[in-house]
């Protein structure tokens, strides 16, 4: 890279913006014309902000230089206050010097109480991306250096005659397996960068040069469906081919013709795969905690928290401004206040909190236009580069620790402000209360404000010890197949547990007891519920593919049951027994959705 001249290093910043970003960019001004700090520019539409790039392809450079480069060539300047966004890319490895990286730290700061998102792209940052654009690199630096540099996107006349048998390798960032006709490179990075992603090649002649990328979702997606069916062939990406013998592999992007020793190589590596990555779901889970809450963005990884009302969160912002940490040195005053976004940030250690920010949380609106609320999001919080910040207690806030302290601390303490101020007059609250038809008395938060929690218990844990805990169970159950769209099919052994737990029940059921659920789902014959459901069970078959719409109807059926009876302690440990591994199925399905 360094022996690249300036205007080539601008190119090469625009091709990786445009991959990294999905925005176009274009060169801004040319001598003798004013730049404004600026080398490209670009919008995602004509109505939003411009994404700017400030492009320097320097050796080294002072304290004096990036002071210059921000403040004085960009912000001072007209079209800073049209920016959403701003971009530093040099070749000055920023970060490995503290005063040059400090001195960034306060432009940056800068740049965010004038608005304006920032990003710096230093030279190790800049090398990341590229060793993931093996395209960028072959067309600036040669196809052989491509093949060095972005050894796992290595084209395929580099490739050996045959890859090794069932052969599993781990990298910094992900693994790698292969089987003899087959190879997949899988990016699982959640500590550099958001994501997974993987590069499935073929060495076969008639595949050769074919390389087909399966992004993010759509991975997660063909792996778990893997993992739950008896092959690849019996999946929804494998088809037969009705001209031959061979079978069609549909991807998004790319459709093969694969013999049935490829798809056989490749039925192992995406099941070793699916362990790979659940394994790797679970570990960033217990860092991020996020799995209670629902995911609401791509290709970005944000939570939604809590919904909140318009004017409650405006009174929010303006106790974040009250007690910015610079207005006072109490424990309340942990805020950094910015525009329409709330930053929880501690200037020095102390004996909850280390140095720096702890918590940043933007507000979505919401999509229906009658609304009057907005969702706060959580995000894993980053440094300067990119990469997420431990979760802790005392440095950043995972999703758990967040929503706890916005419902028990902050929420309550935004209220008693607000009525303190009001205090000459009818409380803010009881006038907003009255407009809105609400009674005074109500408390926080159930009139002002909602938890997006999926699921009440802290760590989406499996307890039933009591009647209650198991109606409780099963209702989250039978909400989440009901709406059910993942690809995974439905084993035939989370059928036979559902229904044999509603067996457990029938002793206490009325003699004349009908459900129709559970009757219309699985076809019992008439007669006594108990005995109908004794057969069913004997004969049950787990060769027969079971919808999810069948488990939905014998999920129902279960609740029918619970509204009906009084469960033993005996019945309530067999049955918890049942439902363990569906509950497992549930708690996968959000980790599939929660980490892609």
């Known amino acids: 890279m360094h022996d690249l001249g300036a205007k080539d290093f601008e190119k090469l910043c625009n091709e990786l913006l445009r991959v990294h970003t999905n925005i176009d960019f274009f060169e801004y001004g040319s001598l003798p014309e004013p730049q404004y700090g600026i ?31 921000v403040t004085h060539d960009f912000l001072e300047k007209e079209l800073a206050k049209d920016t959403s966004k701003y971009i530093l890319c040099t070749t000055v490895d920023i970060p490995k010097k503290q005063s040059l990286l400090n001195t960034w730290y306060e432009q940056e700061k800068k740049l965010h109480k004038a608005g304006i998102e920032a990003e710096l792209w230093h030279f190790e940052r800049i090398n990341s991306l590229l060793r993931k654009t093996p395209d960028i690199v072959g067309v600036f630096f040669g196809d052989d250096v491509a093949n060095r540099f972005c050894p796992s996107y290595a084209s395929s006349e580099y490739l050996t005659s045959e ?109 070793e795969a699916w362990k790979e990555y659940y394994q790797i779901a679970k570990e960033i889970d217990k860092s991020w905690q996020a799995l209670s ?128 101020q009001e205090n000459t007059r009818k409380p803010l609250v009881d006038r907003l209360k009255t407009f809105l038809n609400l009674k005074t008395d109500i408390s926080f938060p159930s009139d002002i404000g909602w938890s997006c929690k999926l699921h009440k218990s802290p760590k989406m844990g499996y307890y039933i010890s009591t009647s209650k805990d198991l109606f409780n169970i099963v209702a989250t159950l039978q909400n989440h197949f009901s709406t059910y769209t993942r690809k995974a099919p439905i084993t035939p052994k989370l059928i036979y547990n559902t229904v044999n737990s509603c067996k457990t029940l029938t002793e206490h059921l009325p003699q004349h007891y009908e459900n129709s659920y559970i009757t219309s789902a699985i076809g019992l014959d008439k007669g006594p519920l108990s005995s109908s459901l004794t057969k069913y069970l004997s004969e049950f078959s787990y060769q027969k593919e079971y919808s999810v719409s069948y488990l939905d109807y014998c999920l129902r059926g279960l609740l029918e049951h619970l509204k009906c009876v009084k469960t033993n302690q005996i019945e309530l440990e067999k049955i918890a027994t049942d439902l363990n591994e569906l509950w497992n199925r549930y708690i996968e399905d959000l980790l599939c959705d929660a980490y892609n």
């Open 39 to 69: 080398d490209l520019i670009g919008r995602r539409d004509p109505s939003s902000k411009y994404t700017v790039a400030q492009c320097k392809k320097w050796a080294a450079a002072k304290i004096s230089d990036i002071k210059k480069w």
């Open 293 to 420: 809450f629902p995911k609401i963005t791509q290709p970005d990884f944000s939570y939604s928290i809590c919904k909140i009302e318009k004017w409650f969160w405006q009174a929010v912002l303006k106790y974040i401004n009250d007690h910015d940490f610079q207005k006072g040195e109490e424990p309340d005053y942990i805020f950094d206040a910015a525009p329409g976004c709330l930053k929880v940030f501690s200037n020095a250690k102390n004996n909850d909190l280390d140095e720096g920010y702890h918590l940043i949380m933007y507000p979505q609106v919401n999509s229906d236009i009658h609304s009057t609320c907005i969702i706060l999001q959580w995000q894993p919080l980053t440094n300067i580069v990119g990469q997420p910040i431990e979760c802790s207690k005392r440095k950043a806030w995972n999703a758990e620790k967040t929503h706890f302290w916005l419902f028990q601390h902050l929420f309550p303490k935004v209220l008693k402000h607000v009525e303190k």
């Open 163 to 271: 890859f090794k048998s069932k052969t599993k390798h781990q990298s910094i960032n992900g693994f790698t397996l292969e089987n003899t006709t087959c190879h997949l490179n899988v990016i699982a990075d959640f500590k550099n960068q958001f994501g997974i992603s993987g590069c499935l090649t073929f060495n076969n002649q008639r595949l050769s040069g074919i390389a087909t990328s399966i992004e993010r979702g759509r991975l997660v997606s063909i792996l778990q469906e893997s993992h739950h069916s008896r092959s690849i062939k019996d999946t929804s990406f494998i088809s037969s081919s009705i001209a031959s013998e061979n079978f069609i592999l549909t991807l998004p992007n790319t459709i093969l013709t694969l013999s049935e020793k490829e798809v056989d190589d490749l039925d192992w590596i995406l099941k």
